[in-house]
């Protein structure tokens, strides 16, 4: 069974930073792929970064900014995000995918959902 637990949300200042972590567990790291989403009150989900095999990806808004990483060990994904904007704030979502393209930033390619954690940047 598939769990994804998110934490580290909060609310910031714009320029600011913040680390996001995702527990995960019933993950199968060599065949499933795992990315970052994000919806804000009255927008689509929208991708942020996916992670296959180590490799990550990122929307063109978050390139430069942004890092993704995962720690198989601990079984945690992380999103470290930097120089955070007031148009970044949105609950973020852990999400888990299998059979489907992988680093794929489309949230139908995606099986397992978290329950989000809130972030908010103020300017």
């Known amino acids: 069974q598939v769990l994804l637990v998110e934490s580290g949300g909060g609310t910031v200042q714009a320029g600011g930073s913040l680390r996001l972590s995702c527990a995960v567990s019933g993950i199968a790291y060599s065949h499933d792929y795992m990315a970052w989403f994000r919806q804000a009150p009255g927008k689509e989900r929208e991708g942020v970064a996916t992670?296959?095999?180590?490799?990550?990806t990122y929307a063109e808004s978050v390139k430069g900014r942004f890092t993704l990483s995962s720690d198989n060990a601990k079984d945690t994904l992380y999103l470290q995000m930097h120089s955070l904007k007031p148009e970044d704030s949105a609950m973020y979502y852990c999400a888990a995918g299998h059979g489907g393209p992988r680093w794929s930033l489309r949230s139908s390619d995606y099986n397992y959902w978290g329950q989000g954690t809130q972030v908010t940047v103020s300017s």
């Open positions: 992670i296959f095999t180590g490799f990550p």
